[in-house]
């Protein structure tokens, strides 16, 4: 007898509905994938004008009290004590030996902090952090299903969001924030995202949602754009992905993200023992991306990678790039064989095809650095 997973909707579920999306399950909810537009023509729409995307189903956490800095500070990875209010920053939650449990975004408020984490790992992550709050003098909360989440991504979202609220958004510079209204709704205004562009994820009360969209999607201002484009995009610009780049078997330095980990900022964080011996013996290789030598040949994640007959790794991230038009991908291979010209194999279905290591990220677009 098999039991039936109930997934959860978004609040913008009807919406997609409406729009024709494709729905499929992900991370325990319906999400839209792509809508009649199609992913390549999504991906263009974010790399060339502006896209928004549902991604409500992220994780929040609310962290309160006079110990929520030292608590943070020491469940994540980056240094928090750094943070003005009105900033935010990239981290992640380690296990002790120093590999992922998760990658998170940590907002500083005058009287609170607040975490997002990736939407497959809110349970896990939050029994994380329950498990080592300790005495620490905090008031833990789970806000996950009171918090809706849209990101507007693309080199006029700018413009986009500037005609519908009274904040100066270019005064928020890349990973801050604002609280604000947007088409008279209350929310946090950030300019951050996951797509390599410019742009600004909105965080609101559920019951807005209806405003929210019709305003940025409803008068045709902008494209709802599904995860298939999302994923496109984020693999071009060379970010991370929980589950396939990064997981509870990679570390950070090795991983790339050796700048989001502070060994001496003063508070000792989960993991930080064994990343200090991962830096003073040097890691054994590292995550590179890939562009494929031959046309047609499409890399998916978990084909097997080769250096000469020896396998390395598995395709972590892979797929065709829209805007290079070209296929790419990201693998793990061993650190002397990580220049750039590299030649490695990728077994797509049987047969070995030749690919070349490539610098990342793939593509750099509009988004502001920091």
């Given at each position: 007898?098999?039991s039936?997973?109930?997934?959860?909707?978004?609040?913008?579920?009807?919406?997609?509905?409406?729009?024709?999306?494709?729905?499929?399950?992900?991370?325990?909810?319906?999400?839209?994938?792509?809508?009649?537009?199609?992913?390549?023509?999504?991906?263009?729409?974010?790399?060339?004008?502006?896209?928004?995307f549902d991604?409500s189903?992220?994780?929040?956490?609310?962290?309160?009290?006079?110990d929520?800095n030292?608590?943070?500070?020491?469940?994540t990875c980056?240094?928090?004590?750094?943070?003005?209010?009105?900033?935010?920053?990239?981290?992640?939650?380690?296990?002790?030996?120093?590999?992922?449990?998760?990658?998170?975004?940590?907002?500083?408020f005058?009287?609170k902090?607040m975490?997002?984490?990736?939407a497959?790992?809110?349970d896990k992550?939050?029994?994380?952090?329950?498990?080592?709050?300790?005495?620490?003098n905090?008031?833990?909360?789970?806000?996950?299903?009171?918090?809706?989440?849209?990101?507007i991504?693309?080199?006029?979202?700018?413009?986009?969001?500037?005609?519908?609220?009274?904040?100066?958004?270019?005064?928020?510079?890349?990973?801050?924030?604002?609280?604000?209204?947007?088409?008279?709704?209350?929310?946090?205004?950030?300019?951050?995202?996951?797509?390599?562009?410019?742009?600004?994820?909105?965080?609101?009360?559920?019951?807005?949602?209806a405003?929210?969209?019709?305003?940025?999607?409803g008068?045709?201002?902008?494209?709802?754009?599904?995860?298939?484009?999302?994923?496109?995009?984020?693999?071009?610009?060379?970010?991370?992905?929980?589950?396939?780049?990064?997981?509870?078997?990679?570390?950070?330095?090795?991983?790339?993200?050796?700048?989001?980990?502070k060994?001496?900022?003063?508070?000792?964080?989960?993991?930080q023992?064994?990343?200090?011996?991962?830096?003073?013996?040097?890691?054994?290789?590292?995550?590179?991306?890939?562009?494929?030598?031959?046309?047609?040949?499409?890399?998916?994640?978990g084909y097997?990678?080769?250096?000469?007959?020896?396998?390395?790794?598995?395709?972590?991230?892979?797929?065709?790039?829209?805007?290079?038009?070209?296929?790419i991908?990201?693998?793990?291979?061993?650190?002397?064989?990580?220049?750039?010209g590299?030649?490695?194999?990728?077994?797509?279905?049987?047969?070995?095809?030749?690919?070349?290591?490539?610098?990342?990220?793939?593509?750099k677009?509009?988004?502001?650095?920091?």
């Amino acid at each position: 007898m098999t039991s039936t997973v109930i997934l959860k909707r978004t609040p913008f579920y009807d919406f997609h509905v409406a729009a024709k999306a494709k729905m499929v399950p992900f991370a325990g909810y319906e999400m839209p994938v792509q809508y009649p537009t199609g992913i390549t023509r999504e991906h263009e729409i974010v790399r060339t004008a502006v896209g928004v995307f549902d991604v409500s189903h992220m994780g929040e956490f609310e962290v309160t009290g006079p110990d929520r800095n030292g608590l943070v500070n020491r469940l994540t990875c980056n240094d928090v004590s750094v943070l003005k209010d009105g900033q935010a920053q990239y981290s992640a939650l380690l296990t002790e030996q120093g590999t992922f449990i998760d990658d998170c975004l940590v907002y500083q408020f005058g009287d609170k902090i607040m975490m997002v984490v990736n939407a497959s790992n809110i349970d896990k992550d939050w029994q994380h952090v329950v498990a080592r709050k300790g005495s620490a003098n905090v008031r833990l909360r789970n806000i996950s299903d009171n918090v809706a989440l849209l990101a507007i991504q693309g080199p006029t979202a700018a413009q986009l969001v500037q005609s519908l609220t009274p904040n100066r958004v270019d005064g928020i510079a890349y990973y801050h924030f604002e609280v604000g209204t947007v088409s008279g709704v209350e929310c946090f205004i950030s300019r951050t995202g996951y797509t390599g562009e410019d742009g600004f994820e909105l965080y609101f009360r559920p019951r807005d949602a209806a405003t929210m969209w019709t305003a940025l999607v409803g008068p045709g201002l902008a494209d709802p754009v599904g995860l298939g484009a999302r994923d496109s995009l984020r693999l071009e610009s060379g970010y991370a992905l929980y589950g396939n780049d990064i997981d509870d078997t990679t570390n950070a330095l090795e991983a790339g993200l050796g700048w989001i980990v502070k060994l001496n900022k003063g508070a000792r964080f989960f993991g930080q023992q064994a990343l200090e011996e991962v830096k003073r013996k040097g890691p054994t290789r590292k995550l590179v991306g890939f562009k494929m030598a031959e046309r047609g040949a499409i890399p998916r994640h978990g084909y097997d990678v080769y250096l000469g007959d020896h396998k390395v790794d598995v395709v972590r991230s892979g797929g065709f790039a829209p805007t290079l038009k070209e296929a790419i991908g990201t693998t793990y291979v061993p650190t002397h064989s990580a220049q750039p010209g590299t030649r490695i194999l990728i077994d797509c279905r049987g047969k070995r095809v030749p690919a070349v290591v490539a610098k990342l990220p793939f593509y750099k677009g509009s988004v502001k650095s920091k």
